[in-house]
């Protein structure tokens, strides 16, 4: 029995694929013609490991030499060119069939699939823009792992037999906070942001030092799928520096990108956004003959490229979902194919804007962006088929020269789970303890100059500013609240600040009291002539009868996973019948077997942030339109998923998951 035992928990350690030749050595042993069985083995993996090693020789080879996208062996001497009024591609014609998935936006385990569904439905060439605020969060940290490694998005695109075009930026809008700028620049209280300001060129030299040595091998003449690199983005709608574009090409060049660039801007900023030595290609959603004539003009003897075709439109809070009708998209797709034009369609898959790093709508008012990126795009937020996607294939599939389609891979299984009860809570006053800080101040700082991330400032979430107090009376913001306030008496709640809202009313009481505002960074606007004044926090003087407040404790409450892991030290308490707000409300979230997608809903709540196992989902607000956070089966464990929600104003303690999305009710795109 005990050898029995013994040879069991072999059985078990020897699970591991890893340590299994080692683990049939030792069993082999113990028989009684062992030495000669073990030789034997060793020989046969010998062998194996002898042909293992041979087929990954051949499949390199096969890769960078062999056959790419179009299935025709290619010398690699001559890249996409521009000369004639159609691409060619090795001498040969060529017509870019677009689409853009970010990788930033899709779990990484995802990828793939994604990318699959997009070559069944007859895209040669995939796009993506870079985020350096990802990428670089701080100015001396770097990210080009796990979710973020851009070369094996591009390698697997390469596997996939699809063509890259490469959109670095540095400036990509994106309906990114800030453009996908890092926040960190705005500490130079002079910077001037997409310009030749000392401070930016460094910037983005450092950046690109880091981003362009990973790219340049995967080039076209160099073997690789990147066939063509996008200089900036929309320049002609910002063009503040006649010699920024000059700079970002040359920067780009003399790092070694070598293979065909270009620039891409709206119909009437064409000429302003490009640059000697770069096509220009134009972005659009209605193809007016206007838009084509100004192209034409400028450039001529050149191809015709719609960079961006919008097939949906992005949301914002307040707002409805916006959806462009199949039949729209796919008559003005097919009136570009017809004249001979090459297009890149944005999005195919939109994906999501997991965490805080959705932008906002600077015009005609102030509006953050939602979670969503779904964009009505042709692939849905959760990778699921659209009514867009069978148009568009059934389309593609009359201008393929190369036989039929791959087969559409099948889609991913959806799940409601039982819903996570809250049973614990933590006020958020409870949770100041385990922020970086707090900082003394005798004025209010913005949240970018902030001595905190190694002084780099904080980029998202919230920070908390508190000052005595005396007596009641008027406050006034004075504007300076960036971009949304809860303002308190003495941890009590008594009214809010947000752009517009200007005047508050402080109630009478003795003594000297605490004053705080728990101020929000809602996000920062991601395109428009206003990029440089996207300071957020408290900007400026908070005035209370006409007398700025002074000597400030600061509190920043960026929401990092660090922050939220460093929370199970906390105080937590079993849900109270009158919990206090803002809090953290902390629940389960059982998953069975192999989780599956799923959607987040959060009934009878009102705003606040979702983290699942610490990782922060989005947002929610209970104005809409969005009602539901899409939740990738890859984000959940099997077992037991710790759900926290940190709610700013009130609670239904409960939240759902079910298998159906709920953007809220749509509106088409005028």
Not at 539 to 567: A, E, H
């Amino acid at each position: 029995m005990a050898s029995h035992k013994g040879h069991s928990h072999e059985a078990v350690r020897c699970s591991s694929q890893h340590h299994s030749f080692i683990c049939g050595q030792m069993l082999l042993r113990r028989s009684a013609h062992a030495p000669m069985v073990v030789l034997t083995i060793r020989n046969a993996h010998k062998r194996k490991y002898a042909l293992i090693c041979l087929c990954i020789v051949g499949f390199i080879v096969y890769r960078y030499f062999g056959m790419p996208a179009g299935g025709r062996r290619m010398s690699r001497e001559m890249g996409l060119s521009a000369n004639s009024s159609q691409f060619t591609l090795e001498g040969e014609p060529f017509r870019v069939l677009g689409g853009s998935v970010h990788y930033f936006r899709v779990p990484r385990a995802y990828w793939r699939d994604r990318l699959m569904k997009m070559k069944a439905c007859g895209i040669n060439t995939l796009t993506t823009y870079v985020p350096w605020s990802l990428h670089q969060p701080e100015s001396a940290v770097f990210n080009f792992h796990s979710q973020l490694d851009l070369v094996a998005y591009i390698n697997l695109a390469a596997e996939l037999g699809l063509w890259v075009i490469l959109r670095p930026g540095p400036y990509i809008s994106s309906e990114l906070d800030l453009g996908g700028l890092p926040s960190w620049l705005l500490r130079d209280g002079s910077m001037r942001l997409r310009t030749t300001h000392p401070g930016f060129t460094q910037a983005v030299n450092t950046f690109f030092d880091k981003l362009i040595p990973k790219v340049v091998p995967l080039q076209f003449k160099k073997g690789g799928p990147i066939i063509a690199v996008q200089v900036e983005n929309e320049y002609g709608s910002f063009a503040k520096d006649e010699s920024y574009m000059l700079f970002i090409k040359e920067a780009l060049q003399s790092k070694g990108i070598s293979e065909l660039l270009l620039t891409s801007d709206y119909h009437n900023t064409l000429k302003s956004g490009g640059v000697d030595g770069a096509i220009r290609s134009v972005k659009l959603q209605k193809l007016n003959q206007r838009d084509i004539q100004d192209l034409n003009a400028i450039q001529p003897n050149g191809p015709t490229m719609v960079m961006d075709y919008w097939t949906g439109w992005y949301d914002v809070w307040g707002d409805l979902h916006h959806v462009l009708p199949p039949e729209d998209m796919v008559s003005t797709v097919r009136e570009i194919l017809r004249r001979g034009m090459s297009v890149n369609l944005y999005m195919f898959h939109g994906g999501s804007s997991f965490g805080f790093m959705s932008g906002a709508r600077a015009d005609p008012s102030y509006k953050a962006l939602v979670p969503s990126y779904d964009y009505d795009a042709p692939l849905s937020e959760a990778g699921e088929y659209t009514p867009k996607y069978h148009l568009l294939r059934d389309l593609l599939s009359r201008y393929n020269r190369e036989g039929s389609f791959p087969d559409m891979p099948t889609l991913h299984y959806r799940e409601s789970y039982e819903p996570a009860i809250m049973y614990q809570h933590l006020s958020l006053w409870d949770a100041l303890s385990f922020t970086e800080g707090p900082f003394k101040s005798p004025k209010p700082v913005s949240m970018e100059n902030l001595p905190v991330n190694n002084g780099n400032g904080q980029s998202y979430g919230y920070t908390l500013y508190e000052a005595t107090i005396t007596s009641g009376g008027l406050l006034k913001s004075g504007d300076n609240v960036r971009d949304r306030a809860l303002v308190f008496v003495d941890r009590s709640f008594i009214g809010l600040f947000k752009r517009r809202s200007l005047e508050l009313a402080v109630p009478d009481g003795k003594g000297r009291r605490t004053l705080s505002l728990l101020v929000e960074n809602c996000g920062r606007v991601h395109q428009g002539r206003d990029l440089d004044k996207q300071r957020k926090g408290l900007v400026g003087d908070i005035l209370l009868n006409n007398t700025p407040l002074r000597d400030f404790t600061i509190y920043s409450l960026d929401m990092k996973p660090s922050f939220i892991d460093s929370l199970y030290q906390a105080p937590w308490k079993s849900l109270p019948d009158t919990p206090s707000f803002p809090g953290f409300f902390m629940g389960r979230l059982f998953a069975y077997g192999y989780p599956s997608d799923t959607f987040v809903k959060l009934l009878g709540w009102e705003k606040g942030v979702v983290f699942i196992n610490g990782l922060n989902l989005g947002r929610y607000w209970s104005i809409g339109p969005q009602q539901a956070l899409y939740l990738p089966g890859p984000f959940l464990n099997s077992g037991i998923n710790q759900v926290i929600v940190f709610e700013e104003q009130d609670g239904d303690y409960k939240v759902h998951f079910e298998d159906t999305p709920d953007l809220g009710m749509a509106a088409d795109i005028q």
